[in-house]
């Protein structure tokens, strides 16, 4: 019998998972299907029993239920707990298991794809949302120099640096006050939704800088500031497919290549 699994978000008709997971099943001969899931704002874990109920072994969470998602896990790995925040659910009869795959998908798309060493790199977070939060513990797992969380309020950046427990050197700072320079620049704001630029300056994009959006599909105002500066500049679609892959191998247990899928994606 197939095995179902879904994406739940509002809205979601946007969603490249299931196209993602399809290329993924394709590759690596497994039986399951995949469907984008319109969850109402005030009715997420209704339609979470609903997937349960009808027999789904998992489903992926985006925007804006990865809050809700975690409270309704009866387990979290410690990924999800450092997060605060659920992306990934398996379902085993009634209990719901919870995971956070975009740091990890994140560090992937950065190490594997773009061939960029985090290991003792100056890592610049911008922002200290849940986007930022999501991707704290995977990025200190890969052991940089240091990382700066910066962000418009300097509290909201200290309490997510506070949280790490890490050996590696966790700082906050605002915006406008930051120095020096950074190997890895990561924007985790959601400045590009309104096609605003971020008060930061040129000079803390170091020489062979990756600049790295976790938006994907246009080019945001970071994006071309920090070309400007002369850095290498990425944007979220490898991160899309990594955290999605970890998913995939979380669910199945294969883990399928991303490289075809991100191409694919590219291309269309």
Known sequence: MT?????????IAHSKSPQIHAAFAKQTNQDISYEAVLAPLDGFEATV???????????????????????????HTERAFVAGAVNTL???????????????????????NLKHALGDARILLLGA???AQGVLLP??????????IANRTLEKAQRIAKKSSSATIVSANTFEAL?????????????????????????????????YDMMYGRETPFMAQAKTAG???ADGLGMLVEQAAE?????????PQTAPVIKLLRSA
């Not at 095995?3 to 809205?11: F, S, T």
């Not at 398996?90 to 594997?112: E, M, P, Q, W, Y």
């Open 90 to 112: 398996s379902f085993n009869g009634g209990h719901i298991a919870g995971d956070n795959t975009d740091g990890v998908g994140l560090v992937n798309d950065i190490k594997d």
């Open 231 to 233: 850095a290498q500049v």
């Open 129 to 131: 949302g849940g986007a």
């Open 3 to 11: 095995d179902r699994y879904a994406v739940i978000g509002n809205p």
């Open 49 to 75: 029993r609903e997937l349960i109920k009808q027999g789904y072994k998992g489903a992926n969470v985006t925007v804006p239920f990865k809050f809700e998602a975690y409270d309704a896990c009866h387990q």
């Open 179 to 211: 120095q020096g320079q950074f190997d890895v620049i990561i924007n985790a704001t959601s400045a590009g939704l309104s096609d605003s630029a971020l008060p930061i300056s040129n000079s803390i994009f170091a020489k062979s800088c990756l600049a």
């Open 139 to 148: 990025l200190l797992n890969a052991l940089p120099a240091s990382i700066t």
């Open 247 to 255: 998913a995939f191998y979380i669910w199945r247990n294969v883990r």
